[in-house]
């Protein structure tokens, strides 16, 4: 028998009560990767990067919380929506590459504050993002379009990250 869970892709569709706990475990997952970047950024923001040159163009702290809450949100459920067309599969494995990606970046700009390495990373992580999109939009347009605004913030994020690289 195959398990519901992560082998659906060719037999019928998982109970509504699986397919709502795989959209729970999903959001819970996005938001642990949320909570490992506040925990490496909480001390780095407040002492640390102020004391950095930074660009004008920079958003205000405070954004940065909402923008990641919507982002995180939509990750998960176009994961979710990829998963009930799939299964655990080709899908799966480059979003867990981009998230992977995406956890490590707090800790490397803020944790052990290497630029360098946060910069190489942000830009691994913004072709791991692109390489979802492209997956994903065989598997369900609306999955991959939930994933354009993440793909523009980290673009965003890239350039600011390779500014404060380049005038530390």
Do not use: K
Not at 134 to 145: D, E
């Amino acid at each position: 028998m195959r398990d519901a869970v992560t082998d659906h892709a060719e037999s019928s569709p998982p109970s509504t009560g699986v397919q709502m706990g795989v959209l729970v475990g999903l959001i819970a997952l996005c938001f642990a990767v949320a909570a490992i970047g506040g925990l490496s950024t909480a001390d780095g923001v407040r002492e640390w990067y102020p004391t950095l040159n930074r660009p004008d163009w920079r958003p205000p702290n405070w954004l940065f919380g909402p923008v990641w809450t919507m982002l995180y949100t939509a990750m998960a459920v176009a994961m979710w929506l990829v998963w009930r067309r799939e299964g655990v599969g080709r899908g799966a494995a480059v979003w867990s590459v981009q998230l992977l990606l995406n956890a490590l970046w707090s800790p490397l700009f803020f944790g052990v504050r290497r630029l360098d390495l946060a910069l190489v990373d942000i830009v691994g992580m913004w072709l791991a993002i692109a390489a979802t999109i492209a997956v994903f939009a065989s598997r369900s347009r609306v999955a991959a379009g939930l994933l354009v605004p993440y793909l523009a913030w980290v673009s965003f994020a890239t350039a600011l990250n390779g500014w404060i690289w380049a005038y530390n």
